[in-house]
């Protein structure tokens, strides 16, 4: 075992596009609105550092932050805040108790335009 220092590994998923039901407004109850989600996640990686046969069990799947994004959101419930989504989307991927720190952040697509990235970001601390 290698002695260094203490050390996060954030793993990192960007750009998701997802469809969810969610808005305040008349006109955005209805349909599922476009969102982009972004997400970081930290981890507390093994002493021993990364070799090339190490398995991926000493990480986390890089997909598992994607389908929290994606797959397990529920398609059939309306979340009138997108800080819900964030929330929901925080507390899958916190499930892994391996997780010490996770950021969530969404962009509406729906109400950004020209290049804007109207949105926020939930960032998550394990207690």
């Known amino acids: 075992m290698h002695d260094r220092p203490h050390s996060l590994l954030r793993l990192e998923v ?6 969810v039901l969610t808005g305040i407004y008349s006109e955005e109850t209805k349909l599922p609105q476009p969102l982009l989600v972004s997400i970081a996640a930290d981890l507390v990686p ?7 046969e190490t398995p991926l069990s000493a990480s986390k799947n890089y997909m598992d932050l994607r389908r929290a994004a994606t797959d ?3 398609k059939d419930r ?3 805040l997108v800080e819900a989504v964030a929330d ?12 010490v720190r996770v950021e969530v952040k969404i962009v509406k697509l729906a109400i950004s335009h020209n290049g804007e990235a ?3 970001t939930l960032v998550r601390l394990r207690p």
Do not use: K, Q, S, W
């Open 14 to 19: 960007e750009n998701v596009r997802t469809e």
């Open 46 to 52: 093994p002493p021993e550092p990364f070799e090339p």
């Open 88 to 99: 929901h989307i925080a507390e899958t991927i916190m499930f892994d108790p391996r997780i």
């Open 78 to 80: 309306h979340f009138t």
């Open 72 to 74: 397990a959101l529920p």
């Open 118 to 120: 109207i949105g926020m």
